[in-house]
């Protein structure tokens, strides 16, 4: 059985979370309801971007610029 | 009897200064005369007063005439005038919704009331009850919180009783270009280090993750806090959030505001103050719908449910714990 969303988020929320300017990691809808990993940059960062890969085991990865976050 | 209005307005123009000059009379207006209960077809001059009281009570320059230039009175018994009060004012009893915080902080939302142990407590994140970590059981809890005026002893509501200890990352060595994640500190009693010890590079050693920013508080009074949401009213029940949910908040700033939980499963860094960092796992992120201040409120869908507890956010997003995890955490029920 091929591995869950959840479980792959899981495997590479860490490895993302420490490339300069990604806040979070999480997992949401495309615009056609389809499942997708989603990264969290704080502003932009070209280099990031670039690392950051496309797909993960058939999952897209999409990345939004959130700003910060903080307590509030 | 029949009077025009337009010279009712006239006469009561002349005349509602000197009403209102009157001690007891709140509000003056124009009204059909109620006799007996029942509404009658003559318009009169209606002087609202704060209590009807018998006219041995009273001293003949209070007294409302019976007539004024011709055109007969009513008086009506409102109450005091009050303009509604706002969400950062002190509220007894205290509904959710409105400002709260330990006396070391600014302000938070107070979110809701929780059952632990048949007692009953108001819940709201650490960083607003026991200012992150920063504070002992039997603090005193403010309403409105500091920043809005609350003072000790005068305001406040509650104590604090308990509070989830929120991990943070150790701060980042200097030159390091935030490449490390950091030690997290082990001292929590939730703190699980997940990966080999073996392991040398601080890299390696996965942080600590929080699940929820959560304390309560004991009313000194029960009468003192009411289980209503302003705006939103009584919580029905529990529900799991989920991704598309349609969800609504009641806090301090932003007061009432809806959303969408546009992603589950969330793990985030999220800044306390300046230079502190935490993470969180299993979080809920909805869009923005929330601003500082806002922070403990609590969280629910469309059917008023309670579905989670708010405490961060970004330009573009918001951050809630989800309710399941706060309630296990601390042991509470509705």
């Known amino acids: 059985m091929s591995p869950s969303i959840q479980e792959i988020k899981e495997k590479h929320a860490g490895r993302f979370l420490a490339m300069p300017g990604v806040v979070s990691v999480g997992i949401g809808r495309d615009p056609d309801g389809k499942p997708v990993i989603i990264v969290g940059l704080d502003g932009p960062h070209p280099q990031t971007q670039k690392k950051l890969p496309r797909v993960l085991d058939d999952y897209p990865v999409h990345v939004e610029i959130i700003g910060p976050v903080k307590a509030q | 009897m029949n009077?025009?209005?337009?010279?009712?307005?006239?006469?009561?123009?002349?005349?509602?200064?000197k009403l209102l000059g009157r001690a007891n009379?709140?509000?003056?207006?124009?009204?059909?005369?109620?006799t007996k209960g029942e509404k009658t077809s003559d318009l009169s001059i209606v002087c609202s007063v704060k209590e009807k009281l018998p006219a041995s009570q009273l001293s003949k320059k209070d007294m409302v005439p019976a007539t004024i230039n011709g055109t007969p009175t009513d008086v009506l018994e409102t109450g005091p005038i009050r303009a509604f009060p706002a969400r950062t004012d002190r509220w007894r009893p205290a509904?959710?919704?409105?400002?709260?915080?330990?006396r070391d902080i600014t302000a938070g939302t107070l979110g809701c009331l929780v059952k632990k142990n048949g007692q009953t407590f108001i819940l709201s994140n650490n960083h607003v009850l026991a200012n992150s970590n920063n504070a002992q059981p039997g603090d005193p809890i403010l309403q409105?919180?500091?920043?809005?005026?609350?003072?000790?002893?005068?305001?406040?509501?509650?104590?604090?009783h308990e509070f989830v200890e929120i991990v943070f990352l150790a701060p980042e060595p200097p030159g390091d270009c935030g490449v490390a994640r950091g030690v997290a500190s082990l001292l929590s009693g939730i703190a699980k280090i997940v990966g080999s010890k073996s392991r040398l590079r601080a890299v390696n050693i996965r942080a600590v993750e929080n699940l929820v920013d959560a304390a309560i508080a004991r009313?000194?009074?029960?009468q003192d806090v009411s289980n209503e949401i302003l705006e939103i009213g009584t919580i029905k029940g529990l529900s799991q959030g989920e991704l598309g949910m349609a969800i609504k908040k009641s806090g301090r700033t932003t007061e009432l505001t809806t959303g969408e939980i546009q992603q589950v499963n969330v793990t985030v860094n999220v800044q306390y103050g300046t230079g502190l960092i935490a993470s969180f796992t299993d979080q809920l992120m909805a869009g923005a719908m929330s601003q500082g201040g806002d922070s403990g409120s609590a969280v629910l869908d469309n059917t008023d449910n309670l579905v989670g507890l708010l405490f961060a956010g970004s330009d573009t997003t918001t951050i809630i714990n989800r309710i399941e995890n706060v309630f296990s955490a601390l042991g509470l029920g509705l």
């Open chain 2, 25 to 34: 009379i709140v509000a003056t207006g124009i009204g059909y005369k109620i």
């Open chain 2, 219 to 222: 009313p000194f009074n029960e």
């Open chain 2, 95 to 102: 509904p959710g919704g409105v400002s709260i915080g330990h």
């Open chain 2, 3 to 17: 009077i025009d209005i337009t010279s009712i307005r006239d006469i009561l123009k002349d005349t509602s200064r």
């Open chain 2, 144 to 160: 409105p919180g500091p920043i809005d005026g609350g003072k000790w002893p005068n305001d406040r509501i509650a104590e604090l």
